[in-house]
């Protein structure tokens, strides 16, 4: 039997192209998007936490607003957007709904996956969702992005959205069943490739330029989603979408195009706190705690004896030793005002103060890196995914 493809990922993004959700005609593929909402119902039902993010919605309504087949204005496109994207919403939700799955819409642009205070916010929405049982289902939002601030494709953007929420893979769903070592449809003596170990020059090369009848992106720029994907330590798939159930089709080892991580999610995570220019407040922790953190323990609030700055929960903070030397970097679980009145106090205290469902922790270690592992931090690991 053929290795199930999605076997070894807990929470995945999967993308669905235009030219999957709407035919030429511009009418819904509804019968095809009630296999897919059947084979993401068995996803979940497996445990699996599943963030869909959905093009079709200028597709959609371009047809619903009469617009012709020729090129659309930037005016006519975000307009076919702003219609389509209600179609495409009452879609997913019908689909999903028949098994009982809740859907969520949240449209995105740029600014959202790139500034802090939106991406953190968009974060904590998704994951509420997905606590709760229920599918985000996420789009850019073309009626309101202008040219100098859309990603333009879903691609990208479903590579910020799956690496903003940690996904472990991203499943692009494209017409084509993965990367050949050129464009098929030109090169007719091209090779699938199976895995791509990592994205170089030559690869990039395969990718050409070629798009399908309505998505806006071709291989390109499914390569450039996989280059920010296994950056951050995502796994990306990129599998043929168009025959009916295309996820349960991967789980029993269709066709695809895995591209592995190039490190993993908690080295780019604590990369990523490291290259954080200015931290928006300090602590000082006593010797008890400077030495715990040196074995790998969380920051607690019972160590800490002072809190400097102003931050919120999710902001980079320094960690001082007695003597104020910085000896750790670490995304706060805290903000500031918390931190002031839980320092010196024992978890249950904490617990206590700041009500259950607090971690007890003001920098969880997963979120903590050591000053002397700075230099470790920057070399290029290859963890086996
Ligand atoms: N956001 C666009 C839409 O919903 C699709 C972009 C793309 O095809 O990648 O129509």
């Known amino acids: 039997m053929r290795a199930n493809a999605l076997a070894p990922y807990k929470r995945l993004t999967i993308k669905i192209g235009s030219a999957l959700l709407v035919d030429k005609q511009g009418e819904l593929r509804s019968a095809w998007l009630a296999d897919l909402a059947e084979d993401i119902a068995a996803l979940k039902a497996q445990g699996r936490d599943i963030v869909i993010v959905s093009s079709g919605a200028i597709a959609?309504?371009?047809?619903?607003?009469?617009?012709?087949?020729?090129?659309?204005?930037?005016?006519?496109?975000?307009?076919?957007?702003?219609?389509?994207?209600?179609?495409?919403?009452?879609?997913?939700?019908?689909?999903?709904?028949?098994?009982?799955?809740?859907?969520?819409?949240?449209?995105i642009t740029p600014n959202i996956t790139e500034e802090r205070r939106y991406y953190l916010n968009a974060r904590t929405t998704i994951s509420t969702l997905l606590g709760l049982g229920a599918v985000p289902i996420i789009n850019e939002n073309d009626s309101v992005a202008t040219a100098e601030i859309r990603y333009g494709d879903n691609d990208r953007l479903s590579a910020r959205?799956?690496?903003?929420?940690?996904?472990?893979?991203?499943?692009?769903?494209?017409?084509?069943?993965?990367?050949?070592?050129?464009?098929?449809?030109?090169?007719?003596?091209?090779?699938?490739?199976?895995?791509?170990?990592?994205?170089?020059?030559?690869?990039?090369?395969?990718?050409?330029?070629?798009?399908?009848h309505l998505s806006r992106g071709g291989m390109t720029t499914k390569i450039e989603a996989g280059k920010i994907a296994t950056q951050a330590g995502t796994a990306m798939l990129i599998?043929?979408?168009?025959?009916?159930?295309?996820?349960?089709?991967?789980?029993?080892?269709?066709?695809?195009?895995?591209f592995h991580p190039a490190q993993s999610r908690a080295q780019a995570r604590k990369r990523w706190i490291m290259g954080t220019l200015t931290v928006s407040g300090t602590v000082q922790v006593d010797a008890g705690a400077a030495r715990a953190l040196q074995t790998g323990k969380s920051l607690l609030p019972v160590g800490?004896?002072?809190?400097?700055?102003?931050?919120?929960?999710?902001?980079?903070?320094?960690?001082?030793?007695?003597?104020?030397?910085?000896?750790?970097?670490?995304?706060?679980?805290?903000?500031?005002?918390?931190?002031?009145?839980?320092?010196?106090?024992?978890?249950?205290?904490?617990?206590?103060?700041?009500?259950?469902?607090?971690?007890?922790?003001?920098i969880h270690r997963d979120n903590l890196v050591l000053v002397g592992a700075k230099e470790d931090s920057h070399e290029n690991h290859h963890e086996p995914s």
């Not at 619903?64 to 307009?79: F, M, P, V």
């Not at 692009?172 to 007719?188: E, K």
């Not at 994205?199 to 395969?206: R, S, V």
């Open 239 to 258: 599998a043929k979408g168009t025959e009916s159930h295309p996820l349960q089709a991967l789980a029993e080892g269709a066709r695809h195009t895995l």
């Open 60 to 107: 959609l309504g371009r047809g619903l607003l009469g617009l012709s087949a020729t090129a659309l204005t930037l005016e006519q496109s975000q307009a076919a957007a702003s219609a389509g994207q209600i179609a495409l919403s009452q879609a997913w939700a019908t689909a999903l709904g028949r098994h009982a799955i809740v859907t969520g819409q949240i449209l």
């Open 304 to 362: 800490v004896t002072k809190v400097s700055g102003a931050f919120g929960r999710g902001d980079a903070i320094g960690v001082n030793n007695p003597d104020g030397v910085e000896i750790a970097r670490g995304l706060a679980s805290l903000h500031s005002e918390e931190a002031r009145l839980v320092m010196g106090k024992h978890s249950d205290t904490v617990v206590e103060l700041l009500g259950a469902g607090n971690r007890p922790a003001l």
């Open 161 to 212: 959205v799956a690496t903003m929420i940690e996904a472990d893979c991203l499943v692009l769903l494209s017409d084509i069943d993965g990367l050949y070592t050129a464009p098929p449809a030109t090169h007719p003596d091209a090779r699938h490739l199976p895995e791509v170990a990592s994205i170089t020059p030559a690869i990039e090369a395969m990718a050409g330029g070629a798009a399908s």
